[in-house]
């Protein structure tokens, strides 16, 4: 028997990687695609969120120094509210008076459960290491996908027709299947961003090495001169974080070991990169601007918001939801064309 038949071709390669990946894809699609809409979720189920207008950054710091523990997200305009989680993963959301107007324990609703699904199906570090596997396999997936459509012989147009029949019936696998074909290569690109910045994220740390190995340029920013004096409070460190980056907003807050993430108003990622920390007695010890760090940095940070469309406005956001829905479409089209192709075989 000669090596070539030995070995799978492409067909069956991308037939066996559908069938293995289609639940983890319709799990990543659907939870990731509610996720883009995460806040208003929260609104929806709890209608005390909605509030009139953020709550204002000394508001906030009042109710931060009951907490020794955790993060804070600041207030913005989409996410009016100051959130609180702590070391057990409870989340407390407080408005401008510094009400508790909302406390959700770990996994108590469907958002929770959506969050940790997405992010590593809630198995934490194991979680995470499957994502990435999973997530290399679906670039290949979607790799083989392109080079089985790709037109040998006639026009691109022609490799994109669908004829609709009733799925249901004995014509209706050709419909799937073109319908499959055509969605996998009208949105490959979309599927392509999203699976790619999705994987990249499991594999942060080394995606960044070899960014800044490739991109090693910096630049130099002229920063102000840092403060001297100390702070005891929330308040204080927030106003020391303001004359440290003037330019940079605060927006993510470590709670036990005093540091503050902030981000400036170009910046792509929502939390920012900027770092300001501070030493035991209260002084700010280090400010990283992430003008100044390598390009292969800069970029890397670009990852998430790119796979969580926090840039673009509606019009990206509306392009990485419809890799959402073509992600759903292609396993459900695929397997349906599966299982209806074995059933015409047997009969």
């Known amino acids: ?10 067909t069956q390669w991308h037939r066996w990687l559908g069938l293995t990946l289609s639940l983890w894809l319709l799990l990543m699609a659907i939870s990731g695609s509610l996720l883009l809409y995460k806040n208003d979720l929260l609104q929806l189920f709890y209608p005390q969120l909605n509030l009139a207008q953020p709550v204002e950054t000394t508001d906030a710091a009042a109710a931060l120094d009951q907490f020794d523990n955790g993060y804070a997200l600041m207030p913005t305009a989409d996410r009016p509210w100051l959130e ?11 408005d401008a008076s510094g009400n508790l107007l909302l406390e959700r324990e770990y996994l108590v609703d469907l958002t929770s459960w959506l969050v940790e699904l997405h992010h590593h199906l809630a198995l934490n570090e194991l979680g995470k290491d499957i994502m990435g596997i999973l997530g290399l396999l679906s670039l290949v997936l979607i790799g083989t996908g392109l080079i089985r459509w790709w037109p040998r012989r006639g026009s691109f147009r022609r490799a994109l027709s669908v004829r609709f029949f009733n799925p249901f019936t004995k014509r209706g696998s050709q419909t799937l299947w073109q319908l499959h074909r055509f969605i996998g290569a009208v949105l490959f690109l979309p599927v392509a961003i999203v699976l790619i910045t ?150």
């Open 1 to 10: 028997m000669s090596l070539k038949r030995k070995l799978p071709t492409l």
């Open 84 to 94: 609180v989680v702590n070391a057990d993963k409870t989340h407390f959301y407080y």
């Open 198 to 347: 999705g994987t990249a994220i499991m594999y942060a740390a080394p995606v960044k090495s070899v960014l800044i190995f490739l991109l090693p340029f910096t630049q130099s920013i002229e920063t102000p001169v840092q403060p001297s004096i100390t702070a005891d409070n929330w308040q204080q460190r927030l106003e020391l974080a303001k004359q440290a980056l003037p330019t940079a907003e605060a927006r993510l807050l470590y709670l036990e070991d005093p540091r503050i993430r902030a981000k400036h108003a170009n910046e792509w990622h929502p939390n920012g990169r900027n770092y300001i920390e501070f030493s035991e007695t209260g002084a700010v010890s280090q400010v990283i601007d992430e003008r100044e760090t390598a390009l292969g940095n800069q970029v890397s940070n670009m990852i998430y918001p790119t796979h969580v469309a926090s840039v673009g406005g509606a019009f990206y956001l509306f392009i990485v939801l419809l890799s959402g829905l073509a992600l759903i479409a292609l396993p459900v089209s695929g397997l349906w064309f599966y299982i209806k192709r074995r059933q015409l075989k047997k009969t």
